[in-house]
């Protein structure tokens, strides 16, 4: 009975030493790497690295169709990012700040005056996105990632369909979003996220559903439903990495040592939020979203000092 169980266990530790390796194959190989040149801009140019150990992440996100390798190379004018979100893991790994930019928030892009945000990644890529960003918030942007929209419909089957808190119904493309908990599947994902002509307040709400989707996603992968179930976890994870592409210093091995860090992090210590604004206005014959000025020496400094959860929850 003994050999039985030591036998078995034995057979348990291969079955998941060959698990780890097919799943470190599996996100090695599919995601798309970018050089330094290809996401950040020149070193001179940005602020010095974090002290703390907290760490920041710029996600941009495009509606183009296709695998992220077609986001990262089309023609330059069709690139525009409809998702640009700063993630922030703080420096004791208790808590996770995410912080939408609206895309037509008319703020200053280096080398190029004031315009909306999304036009950064349009005229310079990555590089210019994550120093607008930078230049925004002057804060060191650690990592990029960039996903194509096609991949949250991916992950959302991957995982078996999520379940979304709607705050305003609306229907789209046949698809009825209640008011309250909607379960959604792939094709009804994407048409969530997407959406912002049911709204009064167009991007504004879309930016909310946005964070909606990714806080449904990030419950419904870290349930016992997921991490009990390795096939899911590999059909998961890969239906993530076709569609993402990251910084060369993003490495297999950096995303396990920080998903390890943050094994404490529950959904409700996610905190989502978008950087706050005036209201909409005019800049020439481009309708814009203006930004309260007022409002950001406090996350500056709540950048700076690793304190931006205590920012969010005095919100």
């Known amino acids: 009975m003994g050999g039985g169980f030591v036998g078995l266990l034995g057979a348990l530790a291969v079955a998941v030493l060959v698990f780890a390796l097919s799943l470190s194959s599996a996100i090695s190989s599919n995601i798309t790497t970018l050089s330094s040149s290809e996401a950040f801009p020149?070193?001179?140019?940005?602020?010095?690295?974090?002290?703390?150990?907290?760490?920041?992440?710029?996600?941009?996100?495009?509606?183009?169709?296709?695998?992220?390798?077609?986001?990262?190379?089309?023609?330059?004018?069709?690139?525009?990012?409809?998702?640009?979100?700063?993630?922030?893991?703080?420096?004791?790994?208790?808590?996770?700040?995410?912080?939408?930019?609206?895309?037509?928030?008319?703020?200053?892009?280096?080398?190029?005056?004031?315009?909306?945000?999304?036009?950064?990644?349009?005229?310079?890529?990555?590089?210019?996105?994550?120093?607008?960003?930078?230049?925004?918030?002057?804060?060191?942007?650690?990592?990029?990632?960039?996903?194509?929209?096609?991949?949250?419909?991916?992950?959302?089957?991957?995982?078996g369909g999520i379940t979304v808190d709607n705050a305003v119904p609306f229907t789209r493309d046949g698809f009825d979003y209640v008011a309250g908990a909607n379960r959604l599947n792939g094709a009804q994902a994407l048409e969530f996220v997407r959406e912002r002509y049911s709204?009064?307040?167009?991007?504004?709400?879309?930016?909310?559903?946005?964070?909606?989707?990714?806080?449904?996603?990030?419950?419904?992968?870290?349930?016992?439903?997921?991490?009990?179930?390795?096939?899911?976890?590999?059909?998961?994870?890969?239906?993530?990495?076709?569609h993402l592409a990251v910084d060369e210093s993003f490495t297999t091995q950096a995303m396990f040592e920080l998903g390890v860090s943050l094994r404490d992090v529950r959904p409700a210590n996610i905190h989502f939020f978008t950087l706050p604004t005036v209201g909409t206005g005019m800049e020439g014959d481009q309708s814009v979203v203006h930004l309260d000025e007022g409002a950001l020496p406090a996350i500056r400094d709540a950048l700076r000092t690793d304190t931006l959860d205590e920012y969010v929850a005095g919100r």
Do not use: C
């Open 42 to 159: 020149k070193e001179e140019t940005r602020p010095a690295p974090s002290e703390n150990g907290s760490r920041t992440i710029l996600l941009l996100g495009s509606d183009a169709r296709g695998a992220v390798s077609a986001v990262a190379d089309q023609d330059p004018d069709n690139q525009r990012s409809d998702v640009m979100m700063v993630v922030r893991i703080d420096a004791d790994r208790k808590n996770v700040e995410v912080m939408s930019v609206l895309r037509d928030s008319w703020i200053e892009i280096p080398g190029h005056g004031r315009a909306k945000a999304n036009a950064a990644y349009s005229w310079g890529g990555a590089p210019l996105a994550v120093a607008t960003v930078e230049n925004l918030l002057g804060v060191r942007i650690d990592h990029v990632a960039l996903i194509g929209f096609d991949g949250f419909a991916d992950m959302t089957n991957a995982l």
């Open 199 to 242: 709204f009064t307040d167009g991007d504004y709400q879309r930016a909310r559903n946005q964070q909606e989707f990714l806080r449904a996603i990030a419950t419904q992968a870290i349930s016992a439903n997921t991490l009990s179930n390795p096939e899911r976890i590999f059909s998961f994870t890969t239906a993530v990495t076709r």
